[in-house]
């Protein structure tokens, strides 16, 4: 069976995303460090069979200028029994915790995805997409060269449409190189409201159309997951986001 297109039958594979915040300069550079540090331990970890560190953009993560207080872990699990054991007894992810001021992960379950990540598609489908139910994003684009001055002239207009859309809980930018690999993951109430927003604001609607006129991406990736479980602590607007889990 190939992944991302149907149910995995064989295992119950999940998807976890993590965030951590760190404040002090020492573990800042720790932080930044491990995007070329942890991919290798990351490898050798059971049951972890797609993982992505990635920073953050400042402001809202939409920024050109990195945030170095910011940074995310991407992991897809053969199942969740192994996704926990790493959260729970593993060196790396005990070291990400001990340093950051503020962690928080989402468990999700794909159920839909188009496109690939490295030539990859990670996401296995596992549960039936249901419009009313709540809905995690993530997409993801390498930009050819010769258009990131384009893309990145849209960035903060769009960047300013999605903050305080009706129906959006938390929403970052992210990435593994600056500038060049960039992706989103953001988390509204329901499908509806999240349409509403992509399909309604000009400014967004102008850059789906720019991206099929103009080919501004090398390689691209849309997915949505429903989350159904999160822990840790991470506000957004003086809510804990574990409150809508």
């Known amino acids: 069976m190939r992944p991302g297109s149907v149910k995995d039958t064989m295992s119950n594979p999940v998807i976890t995303f993590s965030f951590f915040r760190y404040r002090k300069p020492a573990a ?11 991919p290798a331990l990351l490898r050798q970890v059971p049951g972890l ?32 029994a192994e996704a926990r054991l790493f959260f729970d007894s593993h060196p790396l992810f005990a070291a990400f915790r001990q ?26 489908i596992t549960e039936a ?20 001055w384009r893309f990145w002239r849209f960035v903060p207009s769009v960047s300013r449409a999605v903050e305080g859309s009706e129906g959006l809980l938390f929403s970052v930018g992210i990435g593994e190189l600056p500038i060049v690999q960039q992706a989103t993951f953001s988390l509204w109430e329901n499908s509806h409201l999240m349409k509403k927003y992509a399909y309604q604001s000009p400014h967004h609607r102008e850059v789906i159309r720019r991206t099929r006129q103009l080919g501004w991406y090398k390689e691209e990736l849309f997915a949505r997951f429903h ?19």
């Open 129 to 148: 997409f249901d419009e009313n139910r709540l809905l995690g994003v993530i997409t993801r684009a390498t930009i050819h060269p010769r258009h990131l």
């Open 49 to 80: 069979r797609f993982s992505k560190m990635l920073g953050s953009g400042g402001g809202n993560g939409f920024s050109i200028w990195p945030d170095f207080g910011a940074y995310s872990l991407l992991g897809v699990w053969d199942s969740e």
């Open 28 to 38: 800042r550079w720790w932080a930044f460090r491990q995007m070329g540090l942890a």
């Open 99 to 124: 340093r950051c001021a503020a962690w928080w992960t989402a468990y999700l379950r794909a159920a839909q995805s188009h496109g690939q990540w490295d030539g990859q598609s990670p996401f296995p």
């Open 227 to 245: 989350p159904y479980k999160a822990e840790g602590d991470w506000e957004r607007g003086g809510v804990p986001l574990d409150g809508f889990l």
